[in-house]
T-cell receptor, first 118, second 113 residues
Framework: GAVVSQHPSWVICKSGTSVKIECRSL??????MFWYRQFPKQSLMLMAT?????????EQGVEKDKFLINHASLTLSTLTVTSAHPEDSSFYIC??????????????FGQGTRLTVV | AQSVSQHNHHVILSEAASLELGCNYS??????LFWYVQYPGQHLQLLLK??????LVKGIKGFEAEFIKSKFSFNLRKPSVQWSDTAEYFC???????????FGAGTRLFVKA
């Protein structure tokens, strides 16, 4: 199947700093990418839908100024957690769908990024 | 809005036991349905998917799921589980032709050797 790569796999940062997470589709063009957040022992919660060349669509309750999303190319979307605080510590996962495939296709997931804010 | 409900949060089985994990979704239109598995320390992998056609879908590792439209259900089954099936299982749905995939809360399966 298609490969989605996230970087970094884990990151520790100080409270108040910003962290950027990258999501790349390695062998396909992803016009749409998705960012999820997974708390321990909980399911994946969709944070936002990232559209290439346009503004991201955020789910209700997700602060768009806190979680900045940029989808500048067909293979790269970035999530920046600004002014991170300990409560932002979580597992962040991206997924992408092949923009050239039919609409009925699954999304492929990255390996996730574990963010710890100290 | 779409939603997905998984009935069991934790399931403990002995090896060779049969497995059925419940999943119900809420959405009025045509849907695509998925089951994903997350092994400890690993990322999500697709087990199987339903888009259309035969409502009984076979996936990898001996798993299958049946889409029952009248019940808005997509239960996952395996006739005989193995210790290596210990993982968390997520049911997911998106609207046919849509992109946003919504996940259920997940079911943690522990298989005793």
């Amino acid at each position: 199947g298609a490969v989605v790569s996230q970087h970094p796999s884990w990151v520790i940062c100080k409270s108040g700093t910003s962290v950027k997470i990258e999501c790349r589709s390695l062998d396909f063009q992803a016009t749409t990418m998705f960012w999820y957040r997974q708390f321990p022992k909980q399911s994946l919660m969709l944070m936002a839908t990232s559209n290439e060349g346009s503004k991201a669509t955020y789910e209700q309750g997700v602060e768009k100024d806190k979680f900045l999303i940029n989808h500048a190319s067909l293979t790269l979307s970035t999530l920046t957690v600004t002014s991170a605080h300990p409560e932002d510590s979580s597992f962040y996962i991206c997924s992408a769908r092949d923009g050239t495939a039919s609409t009925n296709t699954e999304a492929f997931f990255g390996q996730g990024t574990r963010l710890t804010v100290v | 809005a779409q939603s997905v409900s998984q009935h069991n949060h934790h399931v403990i089985l002995s090896e060779a036991a049969s497995l059925e994990l419940g999943c119900n979704y809420s959405y009025g239109g045509t849907v695509n349905l998925f089951w994903y598995v997350q092994y400890p320390g690993q990322h999500l992998q697709l087990l199987l998917k339903y888009f259309s056609g035969d409502p009984l879908v076979k996936g990898i590792k001996g798993f299958e799921a049946e889409f029952i439209k009248s019940k808005f259900s997509f239960n996952l089954r395996k006739p005989s589980v193995q210790w290596s099936d210990t993982a968390e299982y997520f049911c997911a749905v998106n609207a046919a032709g849509g992109f946003k995939t919504i996940f259920g809360a997940g079911t943690r399966l522990f298989v005793k050797a």
